[in-house]
């Protein structure tokens, strides 16, 4: 199949690929205004034409993520600021208590969190990541373009 660089990253390509991992294999061709799509679907009783569809949709799901994300991009990067702002005290935060003023049961009550929160990563992290699938090859780019 044959894309637009115009309508698709290759952001999206890759992760639509990625997702469909386990179903098919992709292979990429690129030239000057498009990409060149190929599908080998891993099983052999597999519908080609379904799965070509069923990327299709999951590459525009993608290519949407990253549109409607840089839309939000300027309202997260502000709430996130105003949020980090007022998280320190606003305009004029209260200075940082200096390390001759902490006194022992402060320096205790901070190890008692860094250790509830490294038992907490501990306990939520996964012990095995799923197998990832099989990347994309690389893309040659030529030195002309």
Same mark, same amino acid.
């Given at each position: +199949?044959?894309?637009?660089?115009?309508?698709?990253? +290759?952001?999206?390509?890759?992760?639509?690929?990625?997702?469909?991992?386990?179903?098919?294999d992709v292979y990429l061709g690129e030239s000057k205004g498009s990409y060149e799509v190929e599908l080998k679907a891993?099983?052999?009783?597999?519908?080609?034409?379904?799965?070509?569809?069923?990327?299709?949709?999951?590459?525009?799901?993608?290519?949407?993520r990253f549109v409607v994300g840089a839309f939000n991009r300027k309202i997260s990067s502000l709430i996130t600021t105003q949020a980090l702002m007022a998280a320190r005290g606003g305009e004029n935060p209260p200075p940082a208590m200096p390390p001759e003023e902490q006194t022992p049961e402060f320096k205790a009550k901070v190890a008692e969190l860094m250790k509830a929160a490294q038992d907490e990563i501990a306990r939520t992290m996964p012990k095995k990541l799923p197998h990832q699938g099989q990347p994309i090859p690389p893309v040659k780019e030529d030195a002309g373009v």
């Open positions: +199949m044959i894309l637009s660089k115009k309508a698709y990253s +290759m952001d999206a390509l890759r992760i639509a690929a990625q997702v469909l991992s386990s179903k098919v891993k099983r052999r009783d597999a519908d080609l034409s379904a799965l070509e569809g069923e990327f299709r949709n999951e590459l525009l799901n993608q290519e949407y």
